[in-house]
């Protein structure tokens, strides 16, 4: 099993920034898909941006043009780079791992999750 242990998140003002980091580690890293998602109180989870092997990546139209997914396999690490952070942004972000599939299925792990606060 994939362990995935995300960092980054806090609180900011709107406008702001943040970048989430994801540490894969227990196998190789060479997932087939990579992603981040989130879930906001009373809402449910959506996914935010995923980035699969061959470096192809899907936004939500939500978030596309602030924020920047990426992945460093030497490192073994993925990242999320979220600018103009707005209000409707906090929410718990989750980073998730599909060993065998592509993004166009469900994660086969997740993390524990790293809170993201904007306030107004």
């Known amino acids: 099993q994939v362990q995935l242990v995300e960092s980054g998140g806090g609180s900011v003002q709107a406008g702001g920034s943040l970048r989430l980091s994801c540490a894969a580690s227990?196998?190789?890293?060479?997932?087939?898909?990579m992603g981040w998602f989130r879930q906001a109180p009373g809402k449910e989870r959506e996914g935010v941006a995923r980035i699969d092997i061959l470096g192809n990546i899907n936004y939500a139209e939500s978030v596309k043009g602030r924020f920047t997914i990426s992945r460093d396999n030497a490192k073994a690490t993925l990242y999320l780079q979220m600018n103009n952070l707005k209000p409707e942004d906090t929410a718990m972000y989750y980073c998730?791992?599909?060993?065998?599939?592509?993004?166009?299925?469900?994660?086969?792990?997740w993390g524990q999750g790293t809170q993201v606060t904007v306030s107004s």
């Open positions: 998730t791992a599909n060993r065998r599939t592509g993004c166009y299925a469900d994660p086969d792990d």
């Open positions: 227990g196998v190789m890293y060479r997932y087939y898909c």
